[in-house]
């Protein structure tokens, strides 16, 4: 692109997406602004992954700093978008700028509207994950976990709570419970190895041996299955705890029991039957229902965008365009409005916000390039008047009565923390409230 251009992009959420696509436009001439929810960029990959998986941390963030080093790109953090937020979609839109890119993720949170929903002891993944990775304001807040936990949902995430519980919180037990069977869970095998020393094998075992019939009905093979779980648990890892790991397959949650206080006192399951649909297979219930004995239970079953954000919704997803103008290897990144019949002009959605919880960084990182790719065809295709866009921007973020995050605040705050780190000759420290991160980068009490 011609850099004489002089176009500006707004760039919405600072997670892998919209980082790497914040690389992908500045270098081809772009001025971009990140806006940011979080004090901190990085979305899941600072807030998601494990805490010990620190050498992915590190080089994540380590190409996160050579994007924000990049002279075409700023960055405000602590600045909110959406509707009852520092600055709403449509005034964001009337700012001037070439086009938006929303990559803010999948905000919302996805619920069943089961019986027992609102129990003491009952949590979805994002309210646990948030929490352990030091995420304000999930960060301050006490999780009542009981001793024996069960985590709805069979991916990695499901994994990592279970790692967490059992390292961290000292469970006795903790059951995965898969609507589906032992052929369609979601894991993968290396994010297995770190829990499989407290996997229940044994248990593992009569699980599949009580599913095999309709494992083999459908042409699927409880041995390999089994084969599976066998060979992961040769490696020999050491337990992380004394808890134990299992799974429950084929049962969907049906509604939490009241333990007389408020608190989860059983975990109500259908059990389920599998149906060939193609290629893939879907869950049928059977009418049968059994209670697991469990004291708390968290939603592992992903996340869907935030409806406050100004976007129009369906299906827990923002509308894209079914017919894009400027299509990416065949994939819409237009905002649409499916009431209305017609694309939102100049506003693009890349990462989580086009796809709710699909894939991880790499994912993440591909959609937010292809994202904007799409802009930029959107950009060559426009004749746009010179305007003041960043100006205004700075003009509306810099009267908010709270501090807003620079890229030589961010500096600064990652200065501290390292010192403090080294102190407390520990690998990793973080300040777990946004107060404390303000004061430590010199921003506690300034005035706007």
């Not at 772009?30 to 979305?43: A, C, H, M």
């Not at 449509?90 to 919302?108: D, K, R, S």
């Not at 060559?380 to 010179?386: I, T």
Request: charged letters at 20%; one cysteine or more.
């Amino acid at each position: 692109m011609d850099g004489s251009l002089n176009q500006t992009v707004a760039i919405v959420g600072a997670g892998p997406a919209g980082l790497f696509a914040a690389k992908e436009l500045a270098t081809q001439g772009v001025q971009v602004v990140l806006l940011n929810r979080d004090i901190k960029p990085g979305g899941l990959a600072e807030y998601g992954i494990f805490p010990t998986k620190l050498k992915m941390k590190n080089g994540l963030r380590a190409q996160f700093r050579q994007v924000l080093v990049h002279p075409n790109v700023e960055y405000y953090g602590n600045v909110t978008i959406g509707d009852h937020a520092d600055i709403s979609l449509p005034e964001l839109q009337n700012m001037g700028f070439g086009a938006i890119l929303v990559t803010a993720g999948a905000q919302g949170t996805k619920w069943l509207g089961l019986p027992g929903e609102d129990l003491t002891g009952v949590y979805h993944a994002k309210e646990v994950v948030y929490h352990y990775n030091k995420l304000p304001p999930f960060s301050q807040r006490q999780l009542v976990i009981g001793k024996k936990v069960a985590v709805i949902g069979v991916g990695n995430v499901m994994l990592d709570i279970a790692h967490y519980l059992i390292a961290d919180r000292n469970v006795d037990e903790v059951i995965a419970v898969g609507r589906r069977g032992p052929q369609e869970i979601k894991f993968d095998r290396k994010e297995l190895d770190y829990i499989i020393g407290n996997l229940d094998v044994q248990a593992v075992e009569f699980e599949i041996n009580r599913v095999a019939h309709i494992m083999t009905s459908l042409g699927q093979n409880p041995e390999m299955a089994k084969a599976f779980y066998h060979e992961a648990k040769q490696k020999m890892t050491p337990p992380i705890g004394s808890g134990s790991f299992s799974l429950r397959f084929l049962s969907s949650p049906t509604r939490m029991l009241d333990n007389g206080r408020g608190g989860v006192g059983g975990l109500e399951v259908e059990e389920n039957t599998l149906i060939a649909v193609g290629d893939d297979t879907k869950a049928r219930g059977l009418g049968t229902c059994h209670v697991l004995d469990v004291d708390t239970v968290i939603f592992a079953i992903g996340d869907k965008v935030d409806e406050n954000l100004g976007l129009p919704v369906h299906a827990s997803a923002f509308d894209k365009n079914p017919s894009p103008l400027y299509p990416v290897d065949g994939d819409s990144y237009e905002a649409y409005s499916k009431d209305d019949n017609q694309p939102v002009e100049g506003v693009f959605v890349a990462g989580w916000s086009r796809n709710a919880s699909t894939g991880l960084v790499g994912l993440a990182r591909k959609d937010g390039v292809n994202g904007s790719r799409a802009v930029m065809q959107f950009l060559r295709s426009r004749s746009f008047s010179q305007n003041n866009a960043i100006g205004n921007l700075k003009s509306a973020i810099f009267a908010l009565p709270h501090p807003v995050v620079t890229k030589d605040a961010l500096a600064a705050l990652e200065n501290v923390e390292q010192q403090r780190a080294a102190t407390l000759g520990v690998e990793e420290f973080k300040f777990v409230t946004n107060a404390e991160m303000l004061e430590a980068m010199g921003l506690m009490g300034v005035t706007p």
